[in-house]
């Protein structure tokens, strides 16, 4: 049910089940007492040195549970992650710039804005690159603006 939400990008199985393969630990849900999903975090770490980093493929939360602090906490379980066990220096995820809504969750859970990339979403959308420091990012060099746009064949990983 989650999935049928518009604001919620959709993947296949093959996928979903390559990343609870590759990267289980990273991944994580919430439930209500009847067994029904309340919303989900697909995650995964990669890059090198400096620029290794968690990365948040999708989180997602089913509109009746939206609003009640569960996508915070599942960002808060990505970012503990890969802080704790994965020794990132950030953690950064792609929004699309028409998502104010979730740009201003995001803000709040103290991402800002690193860089735009154009064209991000099938050519048709522009998406943020929002990054977050993590303590091993003493100077929190990781986020500072990038101060122009890139294309999706330049981004790193």
Known sequence: HINLDPLTETY???????YLATWPGICGSYEDAN???MGYILGKAEGQKKLWHGHVTAVTVSPEY????????????LEEVSQDIYNA??????VRVSN???QIMYNGLQYSIYRQVIGYYS??????????????DVKKESVVPLGRPILPEELEW
């Open 12 to 18: 296949s199985v093959q996928f979903y089940m390559q």
């Open 35 to 37: 067994g029904r999903m």
């Open 66 to 77: 939206r609003r009640l602090g569960v996508a915070s906490n599942l960002m808060a379980f």
């Open 89 to 94: 220096y950030f953690v950064d995820l792609f």
């Open 100 to 102: 104010q809504l979730a």
């Open 123 to 136: 050519g048709e959308e522009d998406a943020y690159d929002m990054r977050k420091a993590l303590k091993r």
